[in-house]
Each structure stands twice: as structure tokens, then as C-alpha cells.
């Protein structure tokens, strides 16, 4: 039976694109899709970056709370879901080993977000041969065929805002794919000031994988600004 899964962007509650919701509720519903994958960075966690961060910007807990809004609205739209953990989500674990805290002190990731009971949080997915993963360590415009090389497997990505696209690979045994979906963020909000002056902007994206007799084929959506 064709079974058909959808592929969300990096969201980065609570800085995410206005319409992106919609647009993924929209493609989900065109492609009668069965199954949603988040390829990670749900959530942003601005205030507690390693990087710089905007003195201006919300408190973290502020942040948390602005957050939690724009959550609810994803669980209620998207029951099911695998969440692929990206290195936004894990900036807690991560601060946390930093200041040597042992994880037994700290709150699970999904009891920090009150994730509903139909989404399952994991670093990668495998379905129908296809290997679903945040991303993080890659960089460049093909690093999502870097990723299939390096597992020897199709790969989904996500992570790299200004990249979107599929690329193929084969040799005498097989053919493999990679596909970065893009993102939904705002890039406007004051988070993503930091790219204010990138040639490339954000790809507000995401994709399908239609599982078929013939294989997985991966599509791209990219949503109308």
C-alpha cells in the first residue's frame, strides 16, 4: 500500500514562519500523506545560546512561554509525529554539561515541552529504508548527499536554513537519494539577525516521501512568500 510521509522544517518556536502551519496542514492533506516527520530544531532556545543573543529579546522563560504557544498549535494539527532532535532542542542538555550538571537534575526533553503522547523524540528514524535525521554537523549546498554517502542509505536532512533539494547517487548496485527540506522560520524575527547580511536566505520549505512498488520518491514544496 503507498504510503506517503511528510517531512516539517526546522520550526524554531517560537520564531516560526506565520504561515507555515498551514502550508504543511495543506501539503499533508494534497498528498494524503500517513505519517509526518519534524527533522529537528522544534524549538530555538535564543536566550540560553551559546552564541550571541539579542540583550533586547525575550527572557529565556518568556521565550519558553512564547513557545508553548505556538506548540499547541502543531500538536493539535499534527497528532502523530517522529521528532528528529536537533542541536537547538539539546541547548539544555548541552548548558547543562557545561556547568557540570549531571542529566539526573534536569527534565526530560519532552517533559520540558509537554510533547503529546503521539510524538515519539529520537535523534534518527528509519522507514522504508530511508534514514530521517536533523542534520547537525553538515554544512554546504550538497549536504544532503554528503549524508546519504556517509550512511549508505537515502537521507533527509534538515538544519541548513537556505538549502533545499534533492540530489541523486547510484552506482551498479543501487540508487540513493538526499534531500534537505529546507525550513519554516521567520526570518524576520530578531533571532536570525545574524543572518541579515547572508547572500542566501531561508528556504521556507518541506517534503514528501512517497513510498511506492518502486521505492521511496522524495518531492519538494517550497511555500509562496
Known sequence: ?????LVIGDTHAPFTH?????????????????EVVHIGDIVDNHAISYHEHDPNGDTPLKEMEQADKQLKLWFKAFPNVKLCLGNHDRLV??????VGLPERVFRPFRGIWNLPKGWIDDFEFIIGGVK???GTGYSGAHAHIQAAYDNRMSCV??????????????????????????????????A????KAFK???????GVVEYTSHGPNPRLFVMEM
Do not use: W
Open 1 to 5: 500500500m503507498k504510503k506517503n510521509v
Open 18 to 34: 506565520p504561515k507555515y502551519l498551514d502550508f504543511c496542514k495543506r501539503i499533508e492533506h494534497q498528498l494524503k500523506c500517513t
Open 93 to 98: 542538555d548541552r548548558k547543562s554539561r557545561t
Open 132 to 134: 530521517y535525521t536533523h
Open 157 to 190: 536532512i534538515g538544519h541548513l536554513h537556505s538549502v533545499a533539494g534533492i540530489e541523486y547517487m547510484a552506482n551498479t548496485k543501487d540508487i540513493i537519494f538526499g534531500m534537505s527540506v529546507g525550513c519554516g522560520i521567520d526570518n524576520k524575527a530578531y
Open 192 to 195: 536570525f539577525e545574524y543572518g
Open 200 to 206: 542566501r536566505k531561508p528556504i521556507i520549505s518541506c
